[in-house]
């Protein structure tokens, strides 16, 4: 269940930032895009609950860019992201407009539309909330390679199908997918999954680390930059 990790340190949201672009309409969505459309290679980049107007993420997405992935951050939110300002609206009841179940299903005609405009192989990233819906993803034959960072909502059996390559970074902090947790994941894609896996923990950090972290905070921009590397490495190794 979210908790108060869930919504630390959100992110001031800006819908002008980014080397990219904004197209109004990819599979049915708005989508913040960037790197060449006429790549063949793509990346898919799902929010947390603060959606995809985040700063940090759209940097992520310009950083994939520049090693020839065509990067996709769409707005499986409707223009609704989480907002703590809203005391009648507690994440509780937020996320029951918006589960990862059907920002899922909401995915796929993204993917579809990505492939359609000449894309051969698409990889997905989710961060948190995103986190359940690249899970859900890589059990369904859409995408060729899988990262979660951090994700929420996730539990041991969820595990079961997945069917691409899959690597997750975690938290040594983190109450939503403890490391005691990912390790259950770990094992449980050692006996259900012949597809490669790895599972890292990193020390020292919280919830959110990869994509809530502050600017002028030079060591978490550091952890953060480690982890993206990670997951540049793994899209450059499975998306082909």
């Known amino acids: 269940m979210a908790g108060p990790q869930c919504c630390a340190n959100p992110p001031i ?3 002008a930032c980014g080397d990219g672009i904004v197209v109004d309409d990819l599979g049915g969505f ?3 895009t ?3 459309p006429d790549s063949k290679l793509a990346v ?4 947390d609950v603060y959606g995809f107007e985040a700063p940090n993420l759209r940097k992520i997405a310009d950083e994939i860019a520049t090693s020839g992935f065509f990067v996709v951050v769409p707005d499986l939110l409707y223009d609704d992201p989480y907002s703590a300002n809203n005391p009648e609206r507690p994440i509780s009841i937020w996320i029951q407009s918006h589960s990862p179940d059907k920002g899922c299903q909401d995915a796929k005609p993204i993917i579809a539309a990505l492939k359609n405009k000449g ?5 997905a990233c989710g961060f948190c909330w995103g986190g359940k819906v690249v899970l859900e993803l890589a059990k369904s034959c859409e995408i060729e390679a899988a990262v979660l960072c951090h994700p929420s909502f996730i539990n041991v059996d969820d595990i079961n ?4 390559p899959i690597l997750i970074l975690g938290a040594e ?7 005691e947790l990912l390790k259950q994941c770990e094992q449980a894609l050692c006996l259900a999954s012949e597809e490669s896996h790895i599972v890292k923990i990193f020390p020292g950090v919280a919830h959110g680390w990869t994509v809530r972290y502050k600017a002028d905070d030079a060591a978490a921009v550091k952890r953060a930059q480690e982890a993206h590397q990670d997951m540049l490495k793994w899209f450059t190794q ?3």
Not at 173 to 179: A, C, F, I, Q
């Open 13 to 15: 949201l800006s819908p």
């Open 30 to 32: 708005r989508a913040y």
């Open 34 to 36: 960037a790197g060449s």
């Open 44 to 47: 898919l980049l799902i929010s």
């Open 119 to 123: 894309i051969s192989a698409v990889g």
């Open 161 to 164: 199908g997945v069917k691409c």
């Open 173 to 179: 902090n983190d109450h939503l997918s403890p490391p």
């Open 238 to 240: 499975h998306v082909k």
